[in-house]
């Protein structure tokens, strides 16, 4: 069955510093999402991504974040200069179509610690 | 604002108790509602979704969850657990139509299941 992948599934990195996640949706879905969950709390939309544009980003998705499909495959998240409070669980999902019952897909996660 | 409430941080019960986990949600119009299971280990993976017909929905292993308009509510409920339904779940919202599927999920809910 195919699935969402994602690497790394652990990333630690210095405060300040610049980090790419990635993700690899499964492969004839159109419709990307970053969600994360920061340890003891609800998992939290982040952005949507279609058509190799943003769809809609919460308030979390400030200009620290961006999203990028780079090529046919891969789907990345950058946090450009990272905060403490970035430290977190980042989910991301994958869906085929663009309906809000559409079933969402999601990866392992990547645990990100910022130090 | 839309928001999901999980009344239970941890569950914990023996094998072959009954299972309800309780869902409430806050949203201004029609809703999509989804539970979803993260096994130990394992990526988030969808239990059943509710979108419109019967508000009894039946999911995968046994579960199911009732919609209650009136009551804002879509509890999971499973007669009888078993070990391997040990696992975090997830009750989860989207809005009703529109392409903007974006997931507002509850905190989780915490399942042990004593052999």
């Known amino acids: 069955e195919p699935e969402v992948t994602q690497t790394p599934s652990h990333q630690v990195t210095q405060m300040g510093q610049e980090v790419i996640l990635r993700c690899v949706p499964i492969?004839?879905?159109?419709?990307f999402y970053w969600y994360r969950q920061i340890l003891g709390q609800k998992v939290e939309f982040l952005v949507s991504?279609?058509?190799?544009?943003?769809?809609?980003k919460s308030e979390i998705f400030d200009d620290q974040f961006s999203v990028e499909r780079p090529d046919g495959s891969n789907f990345t998240l950058k946090i450009r200069s990272t905060k403490l409070e970035d430290s977190a669980m980042y989910f991301c999902?994958?869906?085929?179509?663009?309906?809000?019952?559409?079933?969402?897909?999601f990866g392992p996660g990547t645990r990100l610690t910022v130090l | 604002a839309q928001s999901v409430s999980q009344h239970n941080h941890h569950v914990i019960l023996s094998e072959a108790a009954s299972l309800e986990l309780g869902c409430n949600y806050s949203?201004?119009?029609?809703?999509?509602l989804f539970w979803y299971v993260q096994y130990p280990g394992q990526h988030l993976q969808l239990l059943l979704k509710?979108?419109?017909?019967?508000?009894l929905v039946k999911g995968i292993k046994g579960f199911e969850a009732e919609f209650i308009k009136s009551k804002f509510s879509f509890n999971l409920r499973k007669p009888s657990v078993q070990w391997s339904d040990t696992a975090e779940y997830f009750c989860?919202?989207?809005?009703?139509?529109?392409?903007?599927?974006?997931?507002?999920f509850g905190k989780g809910t915490k399942l042990s299941v004593k052999p």
């Open positions: 999902a994958s869906n085929s179509g663009a309906a809000s019952t559409d079933t969402q897909y």
């Open positions: 492969s004839n879905h159109l419709y």
């Open positions: 991504f279609y058509n190799n544009e943003i769809s809609e």
């Open positions: 949203y201004g119009g029609t809703v999509n």
């Open positions: 509710y979108f419109s017909g019967d508000p």
């Open positions: 989860a919202v989207t809005g009703y139509g529109g392409s903007q599927g974006n997931l507002i």
